[in-house]
C-alpha cells in the first residue's frame, strides 16, 4: 500500500477530529484500485522515505476509495489521484496544489519532490497561522 507504518484513520469525520484533536494536518489520499496513476503514485509515495516519515509522525492520514460529500475535497472537480491537506482548524488548504492548473491537487510519480515540498508547506502553515 501507501506505506507499511503508516496509521490511518478510517473516515473523513474521524480525521477531522483527529487533526483537530491532535493538532496535526489532515492528508487525504483519493485513489482507485484499478487506476494506473493512482499505483504509480503509491509505489513512489510508499518508497520515499521523508514522505513516509511525515505521514507517520506529522500528519493523520486518511485514504480515500470513493468520493466525500464534502465539496472542500472536489473544489476542481472528481478526479484521482488527488491529494488534499486540511489543516486543525478544519480549512482545507485549497492554496497547496500540485504543478498542474487543469487538476490542482494531482501528483505523479515524478512530483514527489513536489509533494513533500508542499507536505513540509502544511506543516509551517500550522506553525505560522493557528
Not at 487533526?19 to 503514485?41: F, G, R, T, W
Not at 513533500?116 to 502544511?122: G, P
Amino acid at each position: 500500500g501507501w506505506g507499511d507504518e503508516i496509521t490511518w484513520v478510517q473516515t473523513y469525520e474521524e480525521g477531522l477530529y483527529q487533526a483537530k484533536k491532535s493538532n496535526k494536518p489532515l492528508m487525504v489520499i483519493h485513489h482507485l484500485e484499478d487506476c494506473q496513476y493512482c499505483q504509480a503514485l503509491k509505489k513512489a509515495f510508499a518508497e520515499n522515505e521523508e514522505i513516509q516519515e511525515m505521514a507517520q509522525n506529522n500528519f493523520v492520514m486518511l485514504n480515500l476509495m470513493h468520493e466525500t460529500t464534502d465539496k472542500n475535497l472536489s473544489p476542481d472537480g472528481q478526479y484521482v489521484p488527488r491529494i488534499m491537506f486540511i489543516d486543525p482548524s478544519l480549512t482545507v488548504r485549497a492554496d497547496i496544489t500540485g504543478r498542474y492548473s487543469n487538476r490542482l491537487y494531482t501528483y505523479e510519480p515524478q512530483d514527489i519532490p513536489v509533494l513533500i515540498e508542499n507536505m513540509k508547506k502544511a506543516l509551517r502553515l500550522i506553525q505560522t497561522e493557528l
